[in-house]
């Protein structure tokens, strides 16, 4: 795919990898559709796709939310016309033990609360952003591409048993709709990063940050620029269809 020119959506705009990714397809010159849950967190991702001359508008949406992403991808047709492809990367973190103990005793559980929480935005919002991508593309009758953020944490990670869940989920979602959009013209393939130095992960006690860089193999964290340059590879090569895609410096969990 030739990004230039090409409406593309990313959830999740407003900061970290989302914001990573939306400046990577601004310097390609890609129209830009950025979605976070308030039009004003998105401000400093949209300056920056502007600064280079991209054309970039923000949207306000809970991708968890049918309505709301529905009405956001209506408007975004409105302004743009179809989408080109969709970076599927709205996400939120709830970690918890399934069950922990102090002393030979429950002191607490993973909350059902928690547990929806995760899944509604990290699965369903997935499924739903791809679900209304998928409607245009095949309306639009180009064809197009659909990058879904899983997580290394797909394979099972202490302590997350909702984000683990879910990010499994978005790994299958991406060879099933492979297989089904295929026939569109439509590729669907996903990233699985590692341990990524966004702004959060960046607040962490060095000595934390210190212990996770030593499990790594080549030594250090990913850097949002590093998954933001895997994403344009899945969407310019046009053979790439079906694959979860890890970038995590060696590192399996």
Sequence with gaps: MDLGGKTIVVTGAARGLGAAIARGLAARGARLALLDLTEDSLAQTLDACTAVKAEARAYAANVAEEAQVEQ?????????GSVAALI????????G???????????????LDDWRAVIDVNLTGVFL???EAATQMIE??????IVNVSSISRAGNFGQSNYSAAKAGVAALTTVWAKELARHD????????????????AGMRPEVLERMAADIPVGRLCTPEEIAH???YLLENDY????????????RL
């Design 129 to 131: 952003c791809g679900r």
């Design 140 to 145: 639009g009758g180009a064809g197009g591409c």
């Design 186 to 201: 439509i590729r669907v393939n996903a990233i699985a990063p590692g341990f990524v130095k966004t702004e959060m992960v």
């Design 97 to 111: 033990l399934l069950v922990k103990t102090k002393d030979g005793e429950i002191s607490s559980r993973l909350s």
């Design 88 to 95: 599927n990367n709205a996400g939120i973190l709830r970690d």
């Design 240 to 251: 790439m269809n079906g694959r979860v895609l890890e970038i995590d410096g060696g590192l």
């Design 72 to 80: 956001a991808f209506s408007a975004i047709n409105g302004h743009f």
């Design 230 to 232: 895997a994403c344009l």
